[in-house]
Each structure stands twice: as structure tokens, then as C-alpha cells.
């Protein structure tokens, strides 16, 4: 009984979408995202796949980096151990694909947290160099390891659900849009309890949180495992999509694009993390398309794309923490609370 | 008085004996035993850098002191760590407001029950049964008893970032005691107060010793309300105990007043000590 | 073992080394004066390729002339970036800062790849060629050359700090931005001075490297070891980039001849690891004490 009054009166205030505004829009987003593969082309269903594979990884990037505040550019590397754990079992045992994306991401967790434990002694640059040094442990480790296939790397068999097999952009988009979903759903839920509290206080002041009952190094570990088991799910979800892994799959800049995401998408929200990574996604993609429109006016378009597109990249990153360190998500918040005023604007 | 005394003969919460701590050769504390009574206002007073917030996060358990002991409730906290000791019920704020800037006011509160939630990774996930339950407790009991209590229910959902210090310190108060504590330590709890706020949370202290039954260590410089509302106050120069007592008791003591003169601390103190003595 | 082809391989490696240390001693340099962790240093070292090709080879200038032109050239850059980039991101959060200076990193890579191509390129021979032997060893003569370059830029800022004004100032801004602002310290003088001399010192290493194994877009991957030796070093240490230079050079020439060329970086960055364990701030890094 006192269970259910407390529920309509703070239940509504915690809850994670609190207007009806809200719920609204996320209801349209939701028959959008259900609609979307039958109207959509397989380039745009590939794009799309594509983005919540990124989504997927940028969220647990977010966790570590945006709300805990540990630095990491090993975001790829970890993706790199799903993504293995995944070829291997489906190659060797051929055990069913759900088992195999839990076994990668866990096993991307177990490594997450050997890199994670300097993070109690060494901060900021120190531990972000200790993230990359792992990477390219782990990198050395793939191109040298035959169980890994060395530096040819693994092609490997689709996913199959009771011999159904998962190989076009339609089946995967639903294979992976779900996953990526709750994903999300599950970091937003972490932030509302005391464990989204712990990572944002050792975030903000750890010296004080520690003080106030929060243990850091489990803290720090916790994080670090759970950006890792997000990485590791993406990666192995990467694996099902493109089929191919090898050691030129995750590459440093890799790890540099997820961070540059969240920072794009506004760092230490969760609705940045999914913006920024969507967005980084489709300008790549963007310029390709100008390119292909340049191309009659200016010949040589095409083969300025690949400087371009690093250019454009860096550009972001310095224009974005220079004009609006706060990302996407607060360009968001601003239009909607335009809208919110907007006939009463004064 | 005779209520003061009998409150020190209560058997001590806390007691710290023989507590030494040194940073390279400067020797924050030196030798220092006191004991806290239960149930009852100790406050520690001192000129500045007499080794006070060393003494608080000594007992915190942020530094590891080079010999002594901290006995509390019957347990010798040494090897215990920072945050087993707030688990314990050892709850303080800071003499440098210590909020996290990233949350609202009301997560910040919340972030002081932490070590006795049981939430896990999984639960967490998945916002589900105990989780949820965990949540839905923490905030109607933060609700009623915290923050109706210190009267900052307009400012719940407020990002700290943008209240006045006197409010900030008043939400470190609320955190304190939303993590349970059986022992309240209070850093300087209404340094840069106006007389209207220091006279709120004196009568916030007060209620929470009265109405809580919980025990206050705090430090303090405003002689005014230490020798109003404390029962056991204990004097620091130097890293050394001068002096321990009743508020009457200390106020006449001639070591005392000749600290506060000595450490060029102004007069002031001193003159305040005769005025409030007289 | 061969003991002579031993002091070959290890010569070789404290060449290299000493361009690490003064590729190090530029990034200690800025971090010391405006604590930036500043990643874009291996691609400023580029730039000063590119510059000195374009200078010498584009221009047609004497190889002489255009080596001053280019360190200058790495000067202003430096000027500009800390000015544009830098100063307005004053007080942000270190993460942000870095990754500036890891976006501005990508935007020269993309840049010289746009104005160059992507293929690697020679730069006009301009270094001597005499063989040299130590004892008994050779040592190429451009490694030599490069060597002693870098000791003698070292050896300048080392008496520079000590011994100026100006390294005062840049000890009095390193210790406490507040403290040097209040008696007297330009200090946002001493941030573009550490920037100018930090890049043009990168781009005159960048023109050495590039001397020696030529230039192309990717060459800021040079930036990764040299992170490897600041943070062996201790990112505030003049002397540790120094010392955590030459150990670099020669723990990857040792690693790259006797292991393989791809065991150069995991030997390194293994050996960086198992340094963060036992010393958390490098060899000579200070150790910033927290208070509550
Ligand atoms: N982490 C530390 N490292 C070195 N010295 C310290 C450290 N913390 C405190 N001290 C020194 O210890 C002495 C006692 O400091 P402490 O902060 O405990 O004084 P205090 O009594 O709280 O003073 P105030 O009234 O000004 O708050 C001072 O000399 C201070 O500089
Ligand atoms: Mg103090």
C-alpha cells in the first residue's frame, strides 16, 4: 500500500521521460524506427545499422568518460575484443549468436577492468595513455595470434536464429536496432540510482566522494567495465554486420571517433552520446554525397574526399568544444524550448 | 552546567588518542586525545591552521595519521577505509563546499545515502523491482525528513552551481544527513553566513542533536554560536589540545586567549571570548 | 652477440632517441607553461616537413634557408594556434583542451594530404654525408647530424630556463598560474612564448625526421612515441623527456632489430605500462598532492 502512494507521488517526478511532450515523441521515434526498414533502401537500412552500432559503443564511452570522467582511447580496442570473441565462437563452436555477443562482451568487460585498475593511481593524460597502450597490446595480440588469424584476420559465417539466416540489412537492422535500444534504455536506467550518482561524484570531486561512502576503485572499475561490455556487445554486433574482422578493423582513430562523438553530441548526456554518434556517422557520408554532386564542376573531387573528411573531423571536435562545448544535445534542449515558448516568445 | 557534565559522563561515540600527523616536516597534529560525548554538541576551535580540517580528515579517514587511535562506537577505525567509515555512520560536510556540480540539488542529497543502498549493476540496468523500490524509498524519505526539515524544497531540482553559499552549505547538510550519520561532523558550518543564515543553522544543528539524537563534532571560528549551542568544546594551536571543557571553562583560560592573540588572529576572537563570558 | 653491431644498433637508437627528446622537450614545454596536454605535437613536427619541402623544394631556397624559414613558419603556427585555439578554451576542463589540440592534429593531417598528396615524399638532401665511425662503429651521418642538433637545442633551453628571465618566468607560471599573475608575470606572454618556441622546436625536429626517413601525412604517428617518452619522462620534466627520449630510441631500435619492426611499439607501450604501475607520474614528474 505504501509502496503504491509512494509511486504516484514521486513516481512520476523519477520517472525517465516526464512530460507527456515527451513520451509523445518518443512513441512517433519508436513507430519510425519500426516503419523504417520497410520503406527504406538497403544503403539507407546499412546507414542505419551502422549508426546504432556506433550508438551502442559511444553510450558506453559516455558512461566511462562523459559521466565518470575517466578518459579512454581505447573505446575501439575494446569493440576489437567483442568483435574476436564473436568470430572465433561463431567460426570454432558455431554456438548460438546471442550467447556469443554476451561471451564477447564479457570478455570485453574482464579486459576493460585489467585496463581500468591504474585508473585508481593515474588520471586524466596518464590513464588515457594507459587506455592506448593496451590498444596496442591487444592490437599486437590479434596480428600475431593464429587463433585470431593473424594479420589476415577472420571471415566468418552470419548469424542464423533456427536456421534463419541474419545476413541482409533488413534482418540485421532488427537484430541490431533492438539491442542497441535497450542498450540505451539500460545506461539511462544506471544513471537514475546510486550507481549514476557514484560515477558523477567521482566525476566531479572524487577526493570528497570517497570521503562521503563511495569506494573509487570499485567505482572506477564498475565504469570501466561497463563502457567495456558496451563496447564489446558493439563490436561483436560490428562482427555480425561486416562479417570480416581483422587487426585494421579498430584502429586508434577508431577509439578518437567515439570520443569524439560524445563531445560532438554533448558529453555526460545520454541523449548526446546517441546524437553525436549519428551525426559522425552520416557526415562522412554527407561529403561523399557532395563529392559525387561536386564531381562534374570539379574533377578531382572524389579523390579529395579522403583529406576532406579528416579535415571536416578535426574541424568538428575544435569547432564544437570551441563554440558549443555542450554539444548537440544542448542545441537540442534549446530548439525544444523555442517551441515550448514559442507562440508566448517575448 | 550541571546538564554539560552530565553529558560528558555518558559514555564517549568517539574517542581519538594520542593522534599524530605529519606532511613532510610540518606537523599538522601532535599528540592530540579528546573524546566526544554522545548525543551532545562538541565543537573544536583553533586560530587558522591549527590543524582542524587535518583533525576532520584524519577521522574521515582521507589521511593515515603516523601514530594514535580513533575509537568509534567501540570499534578502532584503524585500517577501516574512508568509506566503510561512512557507511559506519561517520558523516561530515566541508570546510570548502564539497557538491557535485554536474547534479541537481536533490541528487546530491541522495548521494549521501549510497553506502546503505544495495542497488547493484544488474538491478540498476534493468530499473526494476529493487531498484526501483531502492529509489522510490530514498526520495520520499529525503523528501520528508531532509528537505522539508531544512527547508530548501524550492530548490530541489536547482543545479547547486547556482545557489548562494549559505544555501550550498545548508544542501552539505542535507547530503550529511541523508547519509545516516551517527556522528555529524561540521567543517565550518556558517563561515561567510550572514547573522540570519548562521541563526538558521544553529537552530538546524541544534534540532538535529535534539530531534535525531545524532552526535555533532563540528569546527568552528564564530565564538558567538560555538559558546551558545555547544555542550564540550576542545581548543587546537599547533596540532596540540591547549585546552578542553565546557564552553565557560574555556572561555577564561588564559592559554586559550593567549593562542587566539599569539597566532595574530586579531583580537577580535579574544574580545568576542570576554563578551560572550561576561 | 656481435658487440659491435650492438653499439651500431644502439647508436642508431640514441639518434633517434635525441629527436624523441626534443620533440619531448617541446611538448614538456607547453605543458609546463599552460598545462596542455598538446596531441597534435606529431603533426606540428609534420608541418615543419612540409614546410621546409615547400620552402626548399617548391620555392627553390637553398636547403640553408630554408630550415630557418621553416622552424619560423612552426614559430607562427604556434602563435596562432594559442591564440585561436588554445586561450579560449582557458580554464576548460583538461579533457576538452586535449582534444583541441587532437582535433587540430587531424585537421593538419588532412590539410597536408590535400595540399601534398598522401605519398610519402623525399626532402632535398642537405645534410652532410661523410660516414662516421665511433671506434669501430658506423653511425649514419645524418643520425649524427640529427643528434647533435638536438643536443644542442636541449643544451640551449636547459641554460635557458635556468639561467633568463624568461625561464624564471616560465618556472614561476609552471608552479602557480595565480601566484606569477600577481607579482608581476605576463603570463599570457610566457603561454604564446612556450607555444612559438614549442612548435618551432617541434617543426625543426619535424625537418630532421623527415631528413632522414621522409615525410608524409601519417608521419604525426611520430607523436605517439613521442607521448610514450613524456609520460615515461613525467609530463613536466624537461630532464625526463631527455632521458625517457634516449630510452625510447633505444629500447625500439633494440626491440626493432632483434625482435621485428612491429614489436617496436607493443615493447614500448608494455614498458610504459609496467612505468605507470611503479611510478604514476613518469620518472621525473611531479606528483600533485590533493586536498579535501
Ligand atoms: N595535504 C596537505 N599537505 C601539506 N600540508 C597540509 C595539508 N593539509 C593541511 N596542511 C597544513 O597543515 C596545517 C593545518 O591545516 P588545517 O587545514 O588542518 O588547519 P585548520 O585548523 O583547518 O585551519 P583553518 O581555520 O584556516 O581552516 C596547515 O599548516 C596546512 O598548511
Ligand atoms: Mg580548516
Redesign the pocket.
Known sequence: MRIGTLKTSYGADEALFDSSVQRGLLVLLALGAVAFPFVASPYWLFLACLCAINVASATGLNLLTGYTGLVSLGQAAFMSVGAYAVAVLEIRLGTPFLLNLLIGAALAAVIGILVGIPSLRVKGLYLAIATIAASVILHFLFSHWSLTGEARGLSMPPASLFGYVIDQPFTLYWLIMPVTCLMVLGAANLLRTRIGRAFIAIRDRDISAEVLGIPLLRYKLTSFAISSFYAGLAGGLWAYFFRVVTPESFPLVNSIFYLAAIIVGGMGTILGGILGAVFMTLVPELLKFAANWLTPIYPDALAALAPVRTIVFGGLIVGFLIFEPRGLAEIWRRVRRFFHLWPFRT | MSLARADMAARPILEVSGLSLA??G?R?LSDVSFTVPEEAITAVI????????????TISGF?RPQAGSIIFAGENLQGVRAPQRAARGLARTF?NIALFRGMTVLDNIKLGRHAHMRTGVLDALLYWGRAQKEELELRAEIEERIIDFLEIQHIRDAAVGTLSYGLQKRVELARALAMRPRILML??PVAGMNREETEDMARFILDVKEEWGVTILM?E?DMGMVMDISDHVVV?NF?QVIASGTPREVQGNEAVIAAYLGSGDVGEIARRIKAEAA | MDMLFLAEVALAGLGAGALYALTGVAFVLIYKATRVVNLAIGEILMLGGYAFLGFAAGLGLSPWIALPLAIAAGGVFGWVVERSLIRPMLGENPISVFMVTIGLGSILAGAVQLAWGADPLRLPEFLPGTPIFIGDAYLAPKVAFGFAAAAVVIGLFLALFRFSRGGVALKATAADQGAAYSVGIDVPRVFSIAWILACATAAGAGVLVGAIGGISPTMGVFGLSVLVVVIIGGLDSLAGALVGGLLIGLVEALAGTFLGGEFKLVVTFALLLVLLMVRPYGLFGTHE???L
Open positions: 606532511f613532510g610540518l599538522a583553533g586560530p587558522n591552521g591549527a590543524g582542524k580540517t587535518s583533525l576532520f580528515n589521511y570546510q567543517d565550518e569546527v571560528h587546537l596540532g | 598532492i590533493e586536498r
